[in-house]
């Protein structure tokens, strides 16, 4: 079973050119590490709201980035916002996108390859080896969007990440975007997670453009 990282990223990445879109190139890292909050909430580890991030259950999952966040939570001093988790993830594991990459090609999801670029710059690529897995989690997203069927708890972090990540639009039609951002704005009001990666990403925008 996929994670929310690598459904994420599957979302991202360009079926034949193997790189991220566009619109989620910018975002995609705070979301990733936002999603690893969300996953740790999955697994019934953490719980969090709007201030703070608890620890539920400290039995390891047996993945060494979700291990990694659970153990540093539980040291922690004092509780932490779900925006300082998602920053301190952020730069901690600077190699996630690409580990979580390198992971679904090993799969079997993907596929790596170097490509060069402006004449002399190689660049590693990670087109799609079947669209059908793909498809799947997007036709689940646009059944709870357009046809109002019950998200799962995971669906619906998927869901609020897309949104964050800026992928609205290429899961939808021009027609269906403006009931299917409404409706997503929605749950993300509902996500205390999702709000907090859509915050950091604000911040980390405010201070570029401040820079």
């Known amino acids: 079973m996929l994670n929310l990282l690598e459904e994420l990223l599957l979302l991202c990445i360009h079926e034949e050119k193997g790189t991220i879109s566009f619109n989620a190139s910018t975002k ?17 580890r953490v719980k969090a709201n709007k201030k703070a991030v608890e ?15 659970l153990k540093l939570i539980d040291n922690s001093k004092r509780l932490r916002s779900p925006a300082h988790w998602i920053t301190k993830v952020k ?13 679904l090609a090993d799969n079997g999801f993907l596929q790596e390859e170097e490509r060069q670029v402006f004449l002399f ?18 036709d689940q997203i646009r059944l709870v969007i357009l046809r109002g069927e019950t998200p799962s708890p995971r669906t619906a972090h998927l869901i ?5 990540c800026g992928l609205t639009s290429t899961l939808f039609d021009k027609e269906e975007r403006r009931d ?11 996500d205390p997670l999702a709000q907090a990666i ?3 990403i604000q911040g980390a925008n405010a201070a570029a453009y401040s820079g």
Do not use: W
């Open 91 to 103: 730069g901690m594991f600077k190699h996630l996108r690409r580990e979580c990459l390198e992971h």
């Open 55 to 69: 620890i539920t259950d400290r039995t390891p999952t047996g993945n060494l980035h979700l291990d990694s966040l």
């Open 180 to 190: 299917a951002r409404k409706k997503i704005k929605a749950m993300v009001k509902e």
């Open 198 to 200: 859509i915050q950091t």
């Open 121 to 138: 710059f190689n660049l590693t690529v990670y087109p799609l080896l079947d669209d059908r897995p793909k498809k799947e989690i997007r």
């Open 160 to 164: 609020t990440l897309v949104h964050a």
């Open 28 to 44: 995609i890292d705070v979301c990733l590490a936002g999603a690893l909050l969300m996953e740790l909430e999955l697994l019934h």
